[in-house]
């Protein structure tokens, strides 16, 4: 027991002590004690790692690679994928998975289709519509899961095949329903102005900023654990400060930040805000970890799976209502492919466990970034379709085998520097 | 039981902690009477009846299969018994689910299944009952007030094996997980606690510890209920030591007038 708690006590042990250096060695110290706080806590570390290399790479073979308007376009390209894989998150951290997000977000595109062109009902209205048929087919599929206990790879594999059938049948014959209504196609064809994107991104700034140093104030625990927590809790806003305006100043200098990239930003603070700070997504963590555990401290664990479907859902369809803005239809084809799979990609190379209970909603925008800054730099260097599938299936290996390594590692570290502390 | 939650109840009272009346003043506090389970063919309790008053430490003792972990699970509300009735201060009870026992004062510590993995202690410690600050969708969970908790807790017990409660309890020794599972039963009153084999697996200084503990309780008030396989430990915690034989109850002994070989004839089944 003795090893684990002195490396518990001593966190720092392994960085050389301050005293022994000038102030460049302090900087390094700092620089590798606070890579170290992020490392321990993110896991998201190693995919914004691949995402600087693919950033680099890419601008190397073509010069328009970093421009703000391929930015922006990379930006507009990744939010689908990324809204799905936000909803896969949610049960992943269940130890779960949902293979319907696709053939969900096609049919529910479809029924948009048919309630705009064919019924003519109102935009929000259909929207709402939409997005309620996704929760409905979510909760479903999560009440066989939860109440019979039916494997959820198995009832969302029934539910991908048959909800294509519906989507099929409801497209009917003519295969596709073009959607001219100016509200949903203003979600993936507008941006903000940009002063609007700046004053947004004061604000963000200054409540990220006044939180860490808040938090870096009220750090609190036990031995050497202040420096950690201080440098962890003022270093990780800073980061994000630093991203928020260096991504507002791209997207203005293109033509501002597109509708839809806001639409998905606003969903993973929410699910940031869920799964963070509110009971249900502590839950979900703690059901991830051990359902068991979980449910013997009288957490209501079959309505938390439920829930967690139909949230699925929800997204998914979410996702359906963008392809349908984007494309200016719904058809055949709208939530079909590769984009599962893509969403499934995009979860885990963010660093998002397959076995449950790890991972983070941000996930979803790093991974999918990844995937999309990759099919977008092919493109630029006009590689063929099969290249683009080899390389995303190496990257997807590649960056599930360094977060694995890097975690595997660090875990081991710690038990050694505890042992001879 | 497929996925076996608790009861379908769709509204949950969780009282912020027991009523304060419940813990304390003597007496009878639960009485388990006539309680049986059959699993398939095999009976694993058979008519099986005992009480713990306040204050007092009852031992569980059997041989493997025995059912003394059935019969805490059906205490726990994780097991619903075939027959047989529960009383809580007399008054007769139908308890389902954790939620239903939790209601009623029974805190259960596990032999397994205490912790979830990836959270920290803080986390684990308030599973279920976490603290929270804000209204309305500002509601969240209060991570500053339950470290402060945690802290004062475990000073509180006496704990100082911990070094970092918002560390991942993954990390932790067996000793350090089954101290945070033992505080868990600690942070109110509860005036009815059931352990689980609380020691399996420890060693000699943390099972010590994990005594201390119990004792601490039963200094509270606490109505006790200890499955062990320890009888050196029980001898140092039990008041009355029930000893179940293949389901049934084979003897009750007060430990005052009784010793370890005696106890050990009658798990055996020489009684």
């Not at chain 1, 059938?165 to 001219?180: A, D, K, R, V």
Request: proline content about 4%; aromatic content about 6%.
């Amino acid at each position: 027991m003795s090893e684990h708690n002195a490396a518990a006590v001593n966190p720092l042990d392994e960085f050389p002590p301050r005293e022994h250096g000038g102030p460049a060695d302090r900087l390094v110290g700092l620089a590798r004690r606070w890579l170290s706080a992020v490392l321990s806590r993110g896991t998201a570390m190693p995919a914004i790692a691949s995402l600087v290399i693919i950033a680099v790479f890419f601008q190397s073979q073509s010069q328009y690679f970093l421009s703000p308007a391929n930015l922006s376009n990379l930006a507009v390209q990744a939010t689908l994928v990324a809204i799905i894989a936000l909803g896969e998150i949610v049960v992943l951290l269940l130890g779960e998975i949902d293979l319907s997000l696709g053939s969900m977000a096609g049919v529910t595109a479809a029924i948009l289709g048919v309630l705009i062109t064919n019924g003519h009902v109102p935009w929000f209205l259909a929207i709402f519509i939409m997005l309620a048929c996704g929760a409905a087919m979510g909760a479903f599929q999560g009440w066989w899961i939860s109440w019979l206990g039916i494997p959820s790879f198995v009832v969302t594999l029934a539910g991908m095949l048959g909800f294509l059938g519906l989507q099929l049948w409801i497209l009917g014959p003519q295969g596709t329903l073009s959607i001219f209504d100016p509200n949903i196609a203003a979600l993936t064809g507008t941006e903000l102005p940009p002063l609007v994107g700046w004053i947004l991104a004061a604000l963000v700034v200054a409540a990220v900023l006044v939180r860490g140093a808040r938090g870096a104030s009220g750090a609190s625990g036990a031995l050497g654990e202040h420096r950690v927590r201080a440098v962890k809790s003022l270093g990780l806003p800073v980061l994000i400060a630093v991203v928020i305006v260096g991504a507002i100043a791209v997207f203005n200098a293109s033509r501002g930040v597109p509708t839809a990239f806001l639409i998905l930003i606003g969903l993973l603070v929410v699910g940031w805000w869920i799964t963070m700070h509110t009971s249900p997504g502590r839950h979900l963590f703690a059901v991830g970890g051990n359902a068991e555990a979980a449910r013997r401290a009288g957490i209501p664990v079959r309505r938390i799976r439920l829930v967690a479907f139909a949230l699925s859902g929800t997204l998914a369809a979410t996702g359906g209502l963008i392809a349908a803005s984007y494309n200016g239809s719904a058809g055949t084809l709208t939530g079909g492919g590769t984009l599962l799979l893509e969403a499934i990609g995009a979860a885990v190379i963010g660093g998002t466990s397959l076995f449950g209970g790890r991972g983070s909603v941000w996930s979803a925008l790093v991974g999918s970034l990844i995937m999309a800054g990759v099919a977008n730099g092919l493109d630029l260097t006009n590689s063929d379709q099969p290249i683009k599938y080899m390389v995303q299936g190496i990257i997807v290996l590649l960056a599930v085998s360094l977060d694995t390594v890097l975690r595997q590692r660090q875990s081991r570290g710690r038990h050694m520097g505890g042992a001879h502390a | 039981m497929l996925n076996g939650g608790p009861g379908r109840r769709l509204v949950r009272r969780r009282p912020a902690s027991p009523p304060p009346d419940a813990a304390l003043g003597g007496g009878e506090v639960l009485r388990v009477v006539d309680v049986t389970k059959w699993y398939g063919g095999v009976q694993a309790l058979d008519r099986v009846s005992m009480s713990v008053d306040s204050g007092e430490v009852v031992a569980l003792v059997g041989d493997n299969g025995a059912g003394k972990s059935t019969l805490v699970n059906v205490i726990a509300g994780i097991i619903t018994p075939d027959e047989g009735e529960l009383y809580v201060r007399g008054e007769r009870l139908a308890i389902r689910s954790t939620d239903d026992a939790a209601l009623h004062g029974i805190r259960t510590v596990h032999q397994e299944h205490t912790l979830a993995d990836n959270l920290d202690v803080v986390e684990n410690l308030f599973l279920g009952r976490e603290m929270y600050r804000g209204v309305g969708p500002l509601r969240r969970v209060d991570f500053a007030a339950m470290q402060k908790r945690t802290w004062a807790a475990l000073s509180d017990l006496g704990i100082s094996t911990i070094s970092d409660v918002r560390a991942s309890v993954a990390m932790m020794s067996g000793g350090q997980r089954q101290t945070i599972a033992v505080a868990r039963a600690t942070l109110e009153t509860y005036p009815i606690v059931l352990l689980d084999e609380p020691t399996a697996g420890l060693g000699v200084a943390e099972c010590q510890r994990v005594m201390e503990l119990v004792l601490r309780l039963k200094g509270q008030g606490t109505a006790i209920v200890i499955v062990s396989q320890n009888i050196e430990e029980i001898f140092e915690v039990a008041d009355r030591i029930v000893v179940l034989h293949l389901g049934k109850v084979g003897a009750v002994f007060r430990r005052a007038e009784t010793t370890p070989e005696a106890v050990l004839g009658a798990v055996m089944g020489m009684a």
